[in-house]
Nanobody, 115 residues
């Protein structure tokens, strides 16, 4: 059973930074495409970053240049560095692992951006 556990969320002021972590257990981490998604109240879940098995990254325009996804295959962990945070970045952030038709989710971590 693949398990994903996020950490690192919290309250930050606009313009601040946070780093989210997602630890993966129960499978070979290196074979999964990893991603971060977020869901704000009343909105659909959306992708904010993804990283392939060979390290290729992808971001939507809304976070490009501010968010950076990275993975450490030795630690079975994926990270999301979030800089220049805006109030509209506030959401529950979810980690995702995907390989073919198999997809796994973490429980989510809350990010609040407020002064």
């Amino acid at each position: 059973q693949v398990q994903l556990v996020e950490s690192g969320g919290g309250l930050v002021q606009p313009g601040g930074s946070l780093r989210l972590s997602c630890a993966v257990s129960g499978s070979d981490f290196s074979i999964y495409v990893m991603g971060w998604y977020r869901q704000a109240p009343g909105k659909q879940r959306e992708s904010v970053a993804s990283i392939s098995t060979i390290g290729t990254t992808n971001y939507p325009n809304s976070v490009k240049g501010r968010f950076t996804i990275s993975r450490d295959n030795a630690k079975n962990t994926v990270y999301l560095q979030m800089n220049s945070l805006k109030p509209e970045d506030a959401a529950v952030y979810y980690c995702n692992a995907q390989r073919g038709w198999k997809t796994y989710w973490g429980q989510g971590t809350q990010v609040t951006v407020s002064s």
